[in-house]
């Protein structure tokens, strides 16, 4: 039996050549399960994540189709790199932000709070776009049964909903004079 690092690799980057792109693959431990680096235009994964998530999705999607879906879900992203890049600056004061101010300093000030309802936007933005990218090229290509890519795309797009609404509420709560939860 193969090797799954290497079936891994060798799908994102049979993806990558079907859509006519050319990016390096790079296994990290990022903890996230695939990424596209707008920065140093790589695709990266990482297989302990991905080992994971596979056992949290329905047994109708093939690891296959996992990678391939996720695959140009991350082509989606490399798509759209010159927004990415238009965006670093303000990614980098969040990030410097996000440093200088411990996570209670930052959920008890509505300013450092908006900063991260900010940065959550802007994820969202970026991620809704890479799919609506991804689902072109899966129109043109071919690669995944739709059953199967609109559930990763609902899936993959939850966590980053989930986490700017309970934000938001925190938020709310904040700018209202009622004291919410960290969750």
């Known amino acids: 039996m193969i090797n799954l690092n290497i079936k891994i690799k060798e799908l994102i980057q049979s993806t990558l050549i079907t859509v006519g792109m050319d990016l390096e693959v790079r ?32 047994d109708f999607i093939s690891i296959e189709d996992y990678i391939r879906t996720f695959s140009l879900h991350e082509i989606g992203h490399a798509v759209d790199r010159e927004a990415l890049l238009g965006s670093l600056d303000r ?13 209670e ?5 509505p300013h450092l709070l908006s900063m991260l309802i900010e940065e959550h936007q802007m ?11 991804a689902e072109r090229l899966n129109k043109k ?43």
């Open 105 to 109: 300093e930052r959920y008890k000030n």
């Open 123 to 133: 994820n969202i933005a970026f991620e809704e776009t890479a799919w609506e990218n």
């Open 141 to 183: 290509y071919g690669l995944v049964n739709w059953r199967c890519f609109h559930f990763l795309r609902t899936w993959g797009l939850k966590t980053y909903i989930e986490s700017y609404e309970r934000d938001f509420t925190i938020f709310e709560g904040l700018v209202n004079g009622r004291s919410e939860q960290i969750a």
């Open 27 to 58: 296994q990290e431990c990022s903890g996230i399960n695939m990424s596209y680096n707008f920065i140093l235009h790589y695709v990266g994964f990482d297989l302990k994540r991905i080992k994971s998530a596979i056992k949290e999705i329905p």
């Open 91 to 103: 990614t980098i004061e969040i990030h410097e932000m996000k440093q200088s101010y411990s996570i």
